[in-house]
């Protein structure tokens, strides 16, 4: 999915992350492209790309579990989850 939460309302990415965990229970793979913190939160996985956009980014600065995402220094990501 690629940016699933744009334009929808809080209530709405609410029911997004329901649908992908109940996917995910199921069995199945969820691939995520996405900014929004909610989301990140709940992965079980992260690949994060920096450290900014355009340019100055493209770089692959993790990837783990969330968790383990704040021990990265130069991650954008990492100082809001």
């Known amino acids: 999915m690629d ?7 809080m209530s709405d990415t609410k ?7 109940r996917l995910v229970d199921a069995g199945n793979t969820v691939i995520v492209i996405e900014h929004n913190l909610d ?5 079980d996985w992260i690949i994060d790309v920096g450290p900014e956009g355009g340019s100055k980014g493209g770089q692959i600065l993790f990837a783990g579990k969330p968790s383990d995402l ?3 220094p ?3 990501t990492a100082k809001f989850i």
């Open 74 to 76: 130069e991650s954008i």
């Open 70 to 72: 704040t021990k990265v």
């Open 3 to 9: 940016e699933p939460t744009t334009g929808l309302h």
């Open 39 to 43: 989301i990140i939160r709940q992965a």
């Open 15 to 21: 029911h997004i992350i329901e649908i992908m965990n």
